[in-house]
């Protein structure tokens, strides 16, 4: 069964830091390019991160651009998204994707979505 699963969410304070991580089980990284994407109430989903199959080329949005980090291990088939200096406004859960595209990597067009984690920036 073809499943992505994100962990790391959580509860932190503004100014803090979390690793999201987003393991693949069923089939194998390799071959996808990897988004990570984020959604808060009220809100459309927003295209956050992502990275091509390689790792070779990212792309961030401008609103987390130098703050977060995208990341790959193939061995692992897992993939990161370090977030650090967190505001309020990251609050949202946070969805991995995984997008079957031999270069470079874009926010639209996944083909496979797992089901989320909570990130809530609060004091």
């Known amino acids: 069964q073809v499943q992505l699963v994100e962990s790391g969410g959580g509860l932190v304070p503004p100014g803090g830091s979390l690793r999201l991580s987003c393991a693949a089980s069923?089939?194998?990284?390799?071959?996808?390019?990897i988004g990570w994407f984020r959604q808060a109430p009220g809100k459309e989903r927003e295209g956050v991160s992502c990275?091509?199959?390689?790792?070779?080329?990212?792309y961030y949005a401008d609103s987390v651009k130098g703050r977060f980090t995208i990341s790959r291990d193939n061995v692992k088939n897992t993939v990161y998204l370090q977030m650090n200096s967190l505001k309020p406004e990251d609050t949202a859960v946070y969805y991995c994707?995984?997008?079957?595209?031999?270069?470079?990597?874009?926010?639209?067009?996944?083909?496979?979505w797992g089901q989320g984690t909570q990130v809530t920036v609060s004091s």
């Open positions: 990275i091509s199959r390689s790792g070779a080329i990212t």
């Open positions: 994707a995984a997008d079957y595209r031999p270069m470079g990597c874009q926010t639209n067009g996944y083909d496979y």
């Open positions: 069923g089939f194998t990284l390799d071959y996808y390019a």
